[in-house]
């Protein structure tokens, strides 16, 4: 980022979205912030296709929410594992915006309950979902799993 203060054409190559197309936060997890997010990623995201937001400590419903309908048409990988601010809600925006997610890791998620899962069974493309030391039960597996069966490789319960 310091580089792109150098001149304009430089910034508007190193902000441009394709430079983001893959984007590992979980290194950066103590610096990811509402405010991170509102001033900079919505902006910078739109052709995210991999995000891992794995271990951040606590992203704001809104923030999230804003940030998933901005990656949300390109998104295929999401990892939240380890995200313990996540609930219900937050799951349910997963459902709604993220339809072509391919590969979902929400691994020790302890603070979701197992109806919080519910809305994932909207998403049809799953090949590989990571539930481990979650709260999920089988009745609420199953039918997640035959909504997925024609692309679903691997599943860690």
């Known amino acids: 980022m310091q580089l792109s203060s150098t001149c ?13 197309h893959a984007l590992n936060l979980k290194p950066y997890w103590n610096g990811i912030t509402n405010d ?51 609930k219900g809600e937050y799951i349910q925006v997963i459902g709604d915006c993220c339809p072509n997610i391919e590969i979902l890791n929400l691994e020790n998620c302890s603070t979701l309950q197992n109806q919080d899962f519910l809305p994932l069974r909207s998403l049809h493309r799953i090949r590989s979902l990571n539930v481990y030391r979650t709260r999920i039960d089988y009745q609420t597996l199953l039918p997640l799993i035959d909504s997925n069966k024609e692309h679903l490789e691997h599943i860690n319960l």
Do not use: M
């Not at 991999?50 to 999401?78: D, G, M, P, R």
């Open 36 to 86: 991170a997010i509102q001033k900079f990623f919505l902006d910078h995201c739109v052709k995210t296709r991999y995000l891992s937001l794995a271990w951040t400590k606590s992203i704001a419903y809104e923030s999230f929410n804003q940030l998933l309908i901005t990656c949300s048409h390109n998104l295929v990988q999401l990892d939240l594992g380890c995200c313990s601010y996540l």
């Open 8 to 20: 304009r054409n430089f910034r508007e190559l190193c902000l441009d979205p394709l430079q983001f």
